[in-house]
């Protein structure tokens, strides 16, 4: 992450100093010349370290620094002073302030106290960033590898691991993509720095490029501070950047800048930032097919597929699917608390044969659902859903006001076995589900109108196709007809 130093000292040759401490830093430095706008210089930019010197904060009460700490990026404040004074020292110590510092001291000893703080900063962000597991990080050898398609896919990933070229990951829902990325991410040199991953695709258009590249004060309605994105956030490590093909054009463009020069710029500003960012790109659409389309950019499209790493649907490596087993039924037991470790051939011959559209994310919802309702520590072929071990489905649920009369004799035995709060929901989800599908043929996919016709929001839009198992790709204008 590159950290952001806003500098605020009174001598020529103090200011001088401090700028050759952090010349070599992942920081960004900004001066603040008049000490009455300080609070309000802090306020509007994006701040991680405040150095400022003993003449420009004196005036301010404690409670004044008390509150230069709570503002979001909760800055650290180092006071710099020319004489020592142990009364004052205290005060701004019991304030907040995280040091007080002699102006007088070498360049290293005020550059090894300064880049300490520094540090500290950094791996408290960092800590922040990451995402608390309870289970070990992800591995290579997490992916089952008997088949020859996956061997081939990770003979490839284990020769770009320690590269910093871009990756494109290529697969159909579910395949497991961005668990891809951060194993890659985990095993490289860029380990011990931030994994920021953005879905592109549930993000509206207009916060998109806010989202990315961050943005300043003012730049735009209701930007009342400046604001980092996830390309800083990601600096020395790797952002992730699924559903690219969801990227709108103009913004292609700018993400081209990116990876042709290794700089951004925030919304609103001209200023260049460099980064050291490692970028994975993932989508299940055919990329290819868009770049005809002209729907995403060819010279982007070259650049992110230095090395394409194509996950096979899971239906084409059936030989997978034990290990696949085994490995998820290790994992959810300690995760859902339940005593399972085991699966009976039978049982194991049906999940083999299953054709999987879901692919793996599937795979475990079913097994996660097995474990819940197995009664022993075994899962059997009556612990998996009707719809995996080719019993009948139950028929969809179809009433109406019209035609349900008041006798409980014409209403199907099996819907009686069910609660009035569990019908009605099955109903609904029927209903909504079959509304979605209208709304997106006559759209033909065009998440943008639909979500507008909905009166629902991108997000919400993604989120309620996923959990319908609705694909954008099948309601474009080639194949519409055939949903």
Known sequence: MLLRILIAVDKPGLHKKLLSVFSKNDSIVEDVYNPKILYEEISQKTCDLLIVSHQFIFSYTPEKLHSLQNLPDNPSIIVITEDENPEERAVFLAAGCIAVLNSKLSTKRLGDALNTILDNRRKALYSALSIQKTLAEPTLS??????????????????????NSSLLILGETGVGKERLARVIHTESKRATFPFIAVNCGAMPESLLESELFGHEEGSFTGAVRSRRGCFELAHKGTIFLDEIAEIPIHLQVKLLRVLENREIRRVGSEEAIPLDVRIMAATNRDIEAAVRAKQFRTDLYYRLNVVPLIIPPLRERREDIPELVENY????????????????????????????????????????????????????????????????????????????????????????????????????????????????????????????????????LFGKMKYYGLQKDDFLAKKCDLV
């Open 142 to 163: 997490d992916f089952a590898s008997k088949s020859s398609a996956m061997k081939g896919l990770i003979k490839i990933v284990r020769q770009v691991i320690n590269s």
């Open 329 to 460: 039924i290790s994992f959810l037991r300690t995760r859902i608390g339940r005593n399972v470790s085991k699966i009976t051939d039978r049982a194991l011959d049906i999940l083999c044969q299953y054709a999987w559209p879901g692919n793996v994310r599937e795979l475990i919802n079913i097994i996660e659902r097995a474990m819940l309702l197995c009664e022993g520590d075994t899962i059997t072929e009556n612990d998996l859903p009707g719809s995996i071990n080719g019993e009948p489905v139950r028929p969809a649920i179809s009433l109406s006001l019209q035609n349900t009369a008041n006798n409980a004799s014409d209403i199907a035995e099996d819907l009686l076995q069910m609660s009035l709060k569990e019908i009605r929901r099955k109903v609904f989800e029927q209903f909504e589900r079959s509304y979605l599908v209208g709304l997106l043929k006559v759209t033909h996919g065009r998440i943008g109108e639909t979500a507008k016709r909905a009166g629902i929001d991108k997000r919400t």
